[in-house]
């Protein structure tokens, strides 16, 4: 079955904890995007990958760090988490046009 | 930044009436997409229309493109229950799969 498979679904932190979401497709997309939804704001993109190696900002990266060193793996990383990253958090993959998304990391700091 | 943005904020209809949707835009487009959310869960793909589409249909969902006005639909015909679920706009200004995302319309469908 193509997915997008996130882990953990849920995580409670503390600020300061270095933390990493995984995140996993199984469908040999290039594209690969993080994003994180909050309400009133709705989904604005972290970062994104076009392929192995290659990474760039989107619209918050700031208190993330991704890498991308398999085609199926594009993990989040938070060096130090702080209260206002706070979030729903989802991955997502595509190959041209439409995007897979994962279920999603509700993710609190406390 | 947000380019796409949602009108209304929340719709609130009763089941067989039908949905619809507006989203508008900024900047030059290879495509549009809808996607439907459901609480707290991962966006579903629902339907692209390119940028020399004018309309699409796929079962009860009609999506409209105006490139002049910078604008697209979404219409849901004869709504039902579980029809109730966050929908969201999204532009593709270029074929790299970046997407901006709207603030989505809030449907509930009563039964």
């Known amino acids: 079955e193509a997915q997008v498979t996130q882990n953990p679904r849920y995580l409670i932190t503390v600020t300061g904890k270095k933390l990493t979401v995984t995140c996993s497709q199984n469908?040999?997309?290039?594209?690969m995007s993080w994003y994180r939804q909050d309400p009133g704001l709705g989904l604005r993109q972290i970062y994104y990958s076009m392929n192995v190696e290659v990474t760039d900002k989107g619209d918050v990266p700031e208190g993330y760090k991704v890498s991308r060193k398999e085609k199926r793996n594009f993990p989040l990383i938070l060096e130090s988490p702080s209260p206002n990253q706070t979030s729903l958090y989802f991955c997502?993959?595509?190959?041209?046009?439409?995007?897979?998304f994962g279920p999603g990391t509700r993710l609190t700091v406390l | 930044s947000q380019q796409g943005e949602e009108d209304p904020q929340a719709l609130s209809i009763q089941e067989g009436e039908n949905a619809t949707m507006n989203c508008s835009y900024k900047t030059s487009i290879n495509n549009l997409q809808w996607y439907r959310q459901n609480s707290g869960r991962g966006l579903v793909h629902l339907i692209l229309i390119r940028s020399n589409e004018r309309e699409k249909h796929s079962g009860r969902l009609r999506v409209t493109l105006d490139t002049s006005k910078k604008s697209s639909s979404l219409l849901i015909t004869a709504s039902r229950a579980a029809d109730t679920a966050s929908y969201f706009c999204a532009t593709d200004a270029w074929q790299g799969g970046k997407l901006i995302f709207g603030q989505g319309t809030e449907l509930s469908v009563k039964p």
């Open positions: 469908m040999n997309h290039e594209y």
């Open positions: 997502a993959s595509s190959s041209r046009n439409e995007q897979f």
